[in-house]
C-alpha cells in the first residue's frame, strides 16, 4: 500500500508540475501569501468506510466481493502503526503554493499522514528496494522509478510532505500546518479548492487578457441578420462577461470542487461551490440569487410532486434596457422572412402585442410539476411561465378565440368554464377524446385547464388539475435558485418502462429497494443556489442509486 502511495505522489507531483524541476532554485523568491490550490482526500478509514457503503447500493454479487476486499484491506492495518507506517485515520492531500510574482510552474506537494516513520522508511527501503538518503537539512531524497527527477520529503507534523526536484519547496520554515491545507469534512470523498485570494495578479491578468482577446473576435464576428441594435446588445453582453470574469478574480475567495458520499444522510453529491470575498461586488451578486424570489418556483411547489423542474434568470439591468430593440428587430425579421400570410398576421396581432411586454421584459421564470400519483396511478402536469400583465393576455386569448379560430377548433375550448378565488378564472381546451395511448398512460383521459393571473400563465392537465391550479394561483414566491430539479424515483414508477416487463420490473425494484408507499431517501436532485455561495450540485440518495441498479438488472435478466 505505501509503495503504491508514494509512487502515485510522485507521479502526481509530476503531473501537476511538469515545468517545475526545469526551473533553478531562486535564492530571491518572495515569500508566498499561502498554498493556492489544495487537495483533500479522505483517509483510508475514511475512504474503506465509504466503500463499504457504496456496497450496499451495489448487486449483492458485487457487493459481497466488495466486502471481502474492504475485510482484506483492513487485516492490513496495524492498531498503533497504521498501514505499512501511513496513518489510516487522517487525510491525504497536497498544495501547489504560488509566489507573489507568477514565474512559471509552481511547486506541488503531497501531504501522506504518518503514524510511524520509521515503518514508513523501512517500507520504502524494503518494499519498493529504494535508496532513501537523510540530507543535511533533515529531508530525505530518493529516486522513483519512471520518475525522472529525485522525490523529496520530509517528516513533520504527523505528515510526510513529499516534493519534486527542490527540497526548498518543503523548507521547515515553510511548511503549512495540515490543518490549513485539509480542512473539510469526513463525508468528502475528495475535494479540490483554488484560493482565487492567492493566485497572483499576473496570473489574473494573463486569463483576462486571453478571455478578453477570444471574445474581442466574437465582437468581430456579425451574426446573420445583425441589426444595429443586436450587435450593441450583443457587444454589451460580451463586455457584461468579461466583467464577470474580472469581478470573479478580483472579489473570489475561493472555488472548490468536492465529491461527497454521506452514509449518515444516505446520499451521494457532486458539488462546486464559489465564495466571493466579504464586501466584494461578487459577493454581493451571489447573495442577490437568494433574495430574488421565483413566483413559479412557489406555485409549483407540491410535496406530492415526483417531478419538479424550475428555472429563474433575468437579463442584467443594462441588457434590459436594450433588449427591447432586440425583440423588435427580431419580429420585423420573422414577418419579412417568414413568409406568413398577411391575413395570419392582422389576427394575431393583438395577442403578440400583449405578450411582447413579457417578452422584452429580460426575465425568465418557468417550471413544470408532475404531481402523483394518485391511487388510479395517474398524473396531473402542471406548467408555468411568469407574464407581465397577464390579463392582458388572457383578454388577448379570449378575442382570439371568439373572433377569429375557425369553429373546428374554438369549439375544443370552453371559455370561463369555471371560477376560483380571486377573480381567476379556469378555460378548458377539450383533449381527452383526443388522448393517444401514451398520454392517457400518463394522466389519463383528461381535458387541459388554463390560468391566467396579473404575473402567471399556468397550463394542468391529469385527474387533480382543477386542485393544483387553484392551490397555484393562491401561492407565494419562492426560492429555488436558478435552477433546481428534483426527480423522486419511487413515484414514477407506474411510468418506469415502455411494455409490461419493463415495468413489472421497476415495481419489483421499488419495493425491493423502498418498500411499499412513496419514500423519503429516492431524490435526485440538481440545483444552483446562491446566498453566502454560489452552489452547483448534483445529489442522488443512496436507495435512488440502488433502485437505478436494481432496475436495470431487472431488465436484463428479462
Known amino acids: 500500500m505505501l509503495s503504491r502511495l508514494f509512487g502515485l505522489s510522485a507521479l502526481a507531483i509530476a503531473l501537476l508540475a511538469p515545468g517545475a524541476w526545469a526551473q533553478e532554485k531562486k535564492s530571491d523568491s518572495k515569500k508566498s501569501a499561502g498554498p493556492a490550490v489544495l487537495v483533500r482526500v479522505q483517509s483510508i478509514n475514511e475512504l474503506l468506510g465509504t466503500v463499504d457503503y457504496l456496497r450496499t447500493l451495489a448487486p449483492e454479487e458485487a457487493g459481497e466481493q466488495i466486502k471481502q476486499a474492504v475485510d482484506a484491506a483492513k487485516a492490513f492495518i496495524d492498531p498503533k502503526k497504521g498501514l505499512e507506517g501511513i496513518d489510516v485515520k487522517n487525510p491525504i492531500g497536497a498544495y501547489v503554493t504560488f509566489g507573489e510574482e507568477f514565474d512559471g510552474t509552481p511547486p506541488v506537494v503531497v501531504l501522506i499522514p504518518v503514524a510511524d516513520e520509521a515503518s514508513v522508511l523501512d517500507a520504502l527501503k524494503m518494499r519498493l528496494g529504494l535508496e532513501v538518503e537523510k540530507e543535511k537539512d533533515g529531508s530525505y531524497k530518493t529516486n522513483v522509478q519512471q520518475v525522472p527527477f529525485p522525490v523529496y520529503f520530509r517528516f513533520a507534523n504527523d505528515y510526510a510532505y513529499v516534493t519534486l526536484n527542490d527540497s526548498g519547496n518543503i523548507d521547515p520554515k515553510k511548511l503549512p500546518k495540515p490543518a490549513d491545507v485539509l480542512g473539510g469534512k469526513p463525508e468528502h470523498i475528495i475535494s479540490v479548492t483554488a484560493r482565487i485570494?492567492?493566485?497572483?495578479?499576473?496570473?489574473?491578468?494573463?486569463?483576462?487578457?486571453?478571455?478578453?482577446?477570444?471574445?474581442?473576435?466574437?465582437?468581430?464576428?456579425?451574426?446573420?441578420?445583425?441589426?444595429?441594435a443586436i450587435k450593441e446588445f450583443k457587444d454589451k453582453a460580451i463586455d457584461e462577461l468579461v466583467t464577470n470574469i474580472k469581478n470573479v478574480l478580483d472579489g473570489g475567495e475561493e472555488a472548490t470542487l468536492r465529491l461527497n458520499v454521506d452514509p449518515k444522510k444516505e446520499e451521494v453529491a457532486l458539488e462546486l461551490e464559489l465564495k466571493g470575498t466579504k464586501g466584494s461586488k461578487l459577493a454581493k451578486d451571489i447573495m442577490s440569487i437568494r433574495e430574488n424570489k421565483s413566483v413559479i418556483g412557489g406555485a409549483l411547489n407540491f410535496p406530492d410532486a415526483a417531478l419538479n423542474i424550475n428555472l429563474s434568470v433575468s437579463l442584467s439591468a443594462d441588457l434590459k434596457k436594450l433588449f427591447p430593440a432586440v425583440v423588435d428587430d427580431a419580429i420585423d425579421l420573422i414577418k419579412k422572412q417568414g413568409n406568413i400570410p398577411g391575413e395570419f398576421q392582422t389576427k394575431a396581432e393583438p395577442l403578440i402585442k400583449a405578450i411582447l411586454p413579457t417578452v422584452k421584459a429580460g426575465d425568465l421564470d418557468l417550471g413544470i410539476a408532475m404531481i402523483g400519483p394518485n391511487e388510479s396511478e395517474k398524473y396531473t402536469l402542471v406548467g408555468?411561465?411568469?407574464?407581465?400583465?397577464?390579463?392582458?393576455?388572457?383578454?388577448?386569448?379570449?378575442?382570439?378565440?371568439?373572433?377569429?379560430?375557425?369553429?373546428?377548433?374554438?369549439?375544443?375550448?370552453?371559455?370561463?368554464?369555471?371560477?376560483?378565488?380571486?377573480?381567476?378564472?379556469?378555460?378548458?381546451?377539450?383533449t381527452a377524446d383526443f388522448m393517444d395511448a401514451n398520454g392517457e398512460k400518463?394522466?389519463?383521459?383528461?381535458?387541459?385547464?388554463?390560468?391566467?393571473?396579473?404575473?402567471?400563465?399556468?397550463?394542468?392537465?391529469?385527474?387533480?388539475?382543477?386542485?393544483?391550479?387553484?392551490?397555484?394561483?393562491?401561492?407565494?414566491p419562492a426560492d429555488v435558485g436558478v435552477i433546481q430539479a428534483v426527480v423522486k424515483l419511487s413515484r414514477i414508477v407506474p411510468i418506469a418502462g415502455d411494455n409490461a416487463e419493463q415495468l413489472a420490473a421497476a415495481k419489483k425494484a421499488a419495493e425491493k429497494?423502498?418498500?411499499?408507499?412513496?419514500?423519503?431517501?429516492?431524490?435526485?436532485?440538481?440545483?444552483?443556489?446562491?446566498?453566502?455561495?454560489?452552489?452547483?450540485?448534483?445529489?442522488?440518495?443512496?436507495?435512488?442509486?440502488?433502485?437505478?441498479?436494481?432496475?436495470?438488472?431487472?431488465?436484463?435478466?428479462?
Do not use: C, W
Not at 423519503?520 to 442522488?540: H, P, Q, T, Y
Open 197 to 228: 485570494d492567492r493566485l497572483p495578479d499576473a496570473l489574473k491578468k494573463m486569463a483576462v487578457a486571453f478571455v478578453e482577446n477570444q471574445l474581442a473576435m466574437g465582437k468581430d464576428q456579425a451574426i446573420p441578420n445583425e441589426t444595429k
Open 384 to 430: 408555468g411561465l411568469k407574464v407581465v400583465d397577464g390579463k392582458k393576455i388572457e383578454e388577448a386569448v379570449r378575442t382570439l378565440v371568439k373572433k377569429e379560430l375557425p369553429p373546428e377548433i374554438s369549439g375544443l375550448i370552453e371559455l370561463d368554464a369555471e371560477k376560483l378565488d380571486g377573480g381567476v378564472t379556469l378555460h378548458r381546451v377539450k
Open 442 to 476: 400518463v394522466v389519463g383521459k383528461s381535458d387541459l385547464y388554463v390560468a391566467f393571473t396579473d404575473n402567471m400563465l399556468l397550463v394542468a392537465i391529469g385527474p387533480s388539475s382543477k386542485e393544483v391550479l387553484k392551490k397555484a394561483v393562491a401561492s407565494k
Open 513 to 558: 429497494v423502498f418498500g411499499k408507499g412513496a419514500s423519503k431517501a429516492d431524490e435526485i436532485r440538481l440545483s444552483v443556489e446562491g446566498g453566502d455561495s454560489l452552489k452547483v450540485k448534483l445529489m442522488a440518495k443512496g436507495k435512488a442509486i440502488a433502485f437505478l441498479v436494481e432496475t436495470g438488472l431487472n431488465r436484463k435478466d428479462k
